[in-house]
């Protein structure tokens, strides 16, 4: 089963900083998905396919990664962006799906 | 648009069986997809429980394999956990998810989640 590592923890951020999210899995991966969320609701798909930003999601953000390292970049932090996101992955044999522990995204 | 919605107790007592229900509005469970429950815990941590297919194929969670099944309604479009010898530690929120069915695929549509507390 593949563990998925994120970091930081938590982390804040002022308006139009530069912003990134790491997750490292404990062996190498083909692809990453991205969800984000906010109190009180479910999360959201973000990015997927390691990449590929889901409906909606303004052009700032963009996700990178290869083998077991990965990441979620906001170009220049706005106070929407403040939520906690999540990395997620699937080990192949038998298919298990596995979260990160999640990054708390605040606005300073 | 899909939708989905979950339904069940706010409450189940420890040693006692939960049972919730997914409801699908806008697209039917038994044309494509798989069909999954999500799980997260007080202090946000998410685990994956297990899915059933579009064929009716099940998947578990190793972690979970003895005291959980996912069946489903078709006529109904809903699909259903049920957790045996549930402990204070499946207190959580509950979320039904739809993903792909290719390796790649991702978790596109989630229910708004519901609560669960595990207490005597």
């Known amino acids: 089963q593949i563990v998925l590592t994120q970091s930081p923890a938590i982390m804040s951020a002022s308006p139009g900083e530069k912003v990134t999210i790491t997750c490292s899995a404990s062996?190498?991966?083909?692809?990453m998905h991205w969800f984000q969320q906010k109190p009180g609701t479910s999360p959201k798909l973000w990015i997927y396919?390691?990449?590929n930003l889901a409906s909606g999601v303004p052009a700032r953000f963009s996700g990178s990664g290869s083998g077991t390292s990965y990441s979620l970049t906001i170009s220049r932090m706005e106070a929407e962006d403040a939520a906690t996101y999540y990395c997620?992955?699937?080990?192949?044999?038998?298919?298990?799906?596995?979260f990160g522990s999640g990054t708390k995204l605040e606005i300073k | 648009d899909v939708q989905l919605q979950e339904s069940g107790p706010d409450l189940v007592k420890p040693s006692q069986s939960l049972s919730l229900t997914c409801t699908v509005t806008?697209?039917?469970?038994?044309?494509?997809?798989?069909w999954h429950w999500i799980r997260q815990f007080p202090g946000n941590k998410l685990e994956w429980m297990g899915y059933i297919h579009y064929s009716g194929s099940t998947n578990y969670n190793p972690s979970l394999k003895s005291r959980i099944s996912i069946t489903r309604d078709t006529s109904k479009n809903q699909f259903f956990l049920q957790l045996n010898s549930v402990t204070t530690e499946d207190t959580a929120t509950y979320y039904c998810?739809?993903?792909?069915?290719?390796?790649?695929?991702?978790?596109?549509?989630w229910g708004q989640g519901t609560t669960l507390t595990v207490s005597s």
């Open positions: 062996s190498s991966v083909s692809y």
């Open positions: 806008g697209y039917s469970i038994t044309s494509g997809y798989s």
């Open positions: 396919s390691t990449s």
């Open positions: 997620q992955q699937r080990s192949s044999y038998p298919p298990i799906f596995t």
């Open positions: 998810a739809r993903k792909g069915t290719t390796v790649v695929a991702h978790f596109d549509y």
